[in-house]
C-alpha cells in the first residue's frame, strides 16, 4: 500500500487541503523548479493539460467525479482533492499552565480554527488547527504580539506548544467525541508516547498524528537555533504576564 502525505496550500489562505500519494508527490518534486510551490506546478500541469485536452472540463467538472455530500473529488487512482470547511471556535485558559505553586493564573482566550472533517472514517484528514488570535483583559493579540512568536516558530515556546496541544484535544472532542483520559499534566502534553496511544487506541486518522503531532514535538526536540527568536519569547507579553503573577 502506498504511502499517502498531504500536501496543503499556504496557510494564509485557507483554502483547500490536497491529499496525494507520495510517489505523486515526488512526481510533482521531479518536475518542479526550485521556487516553485506545490500549488504553482499544479497550476501549470492543469493549464497545460487544458490546452492539450479539450475533454479537460468534463473530467474536473463530472459529478460522477465529484460527491456531493463528501466535497471530495477523485481524479485518477491516487489523487483525491478534498475541501474541508474552516471552523473557529474560542478556548479558555490560564495564563500558568504548569500551575506553578498551584497559580493558575488570570485567564485568556484562544480563537482557533480548524478544518471540519468531512466524515468521521477519513483516514487523510487532518485537523490543521492554527491559533488565529489571544484575548486577554479584553484585548485582542495575534500569536507573535502575545507569545513573541509566530505559529510556524511555535517550538520556541513550550507554552505555546502546550496551548496548541490543549486546543487539538477540544477539537477532538467536539469533532469526535473522545475524551481525554491520557493528558492531565503539563509536561504530558509533550509526550510523544503518550499522544500515539491516544490517537492509535481512538482509532483516528494517521494523518493526525504524523502532521497534527509528530511534526510539532519532533521541532520541538531539536535545539533552537534561532537567537532573536529565543530572545522575543523571553520579551514576550506573555512571559511578563506569568511573571508578574508570580509575585502575588
Known amino acids: 500500500m502506498s504511502e499517502t502525505r498531504v500536501i496543503k496550500p499556504d496557510s494564509r489562505e485557507n483554502l483547500t487541503t490536497i491529499q496525494l500519494t ?19 506546478i499544479i497550476i501549470r500541469l492543469i ?13 474536473l467538472d463530472s459529478e460522477k467525479n465529484q460527491d ?14 478534498s475541501k474541508y470547511d474552516r471552523i473557529t471556535i474560542s478556548i479558555k485558559e490560564f495564563t500558568y499552565p504548569k500551575e506553578l505553586k498551584g497559580l ?9 480554527s480548524y478544518n471540519k472533517p468531512i466524515k468521521k472514517d477519513d483516514n487523510l484528514y487532518q485537523i490543521d488547527l492554527k491559533i488565529d488570535k489571544i484575548i486577554f483583559d479584553n484585548e485582542i493579540y495575534s500569536p507573535k504580539e502575545f507569545f513573541g512568536v509566530l505559529q510556524k516558530d511555535i ?7 502546550y496551548f496548541y496541544f490543549k486546543s487539538l484535544l477540544e477539537v477532538l472532542r467536539i469533532e469526535f ?38 511534526s510539532i514535538l519532533s521541532d520541538l526536540k531539536n535545539e533552537r537555533k534561532n537567537d532573536q527568536l529565543v530572545q522575543d519569547v523571553k520579551n514576550s507579553y506573555f512571559k511578563k504576564i506569568q511573571e508578574y503573577s508570580s509575585r502575588y
Open 155 to 161: 517550538v520556541y515556546c513550550e507554552e505555546f506548544v
Open 47 to 59: 493549464t497545460n493539460f487544458r490546452t492539450h485536452n479539450e475533454e479537460v472540463g468534463e473530467i
Open 22 to 40: 507520495k510517489e505523486v508527490k515526488d512526481m510533482l518534486f521531479s518536475i518542479g523548479t526550485k521556487r516553485e510551490t506545490f500549488n504553482e
Open 68 to 81: 456531493e455530500n463528501s466535497k471530495q473529488i477523485q481524479i485518477g487512482e491516487n489523487i483525491t482533492i
Open 104 to 112: 493558575q493564573g488570570p485567564s485568556l482566550t484562544l480563537e482557533v
Open 177 to 214: 467525541k473522545k475524551s481525554n483520559y491520557f493528558f492531565k499534566n503539563y509536561h504530558e502534553y509533550t509526550d510523544l508516547a503518550r499522544w500515539r496511544t491516544f490517537l492509535l487506541n481512538s482509532k483516528l486518522s494517521p494523518e493526525i498524528l504524523s502532521n497534527d503531532v509528530e
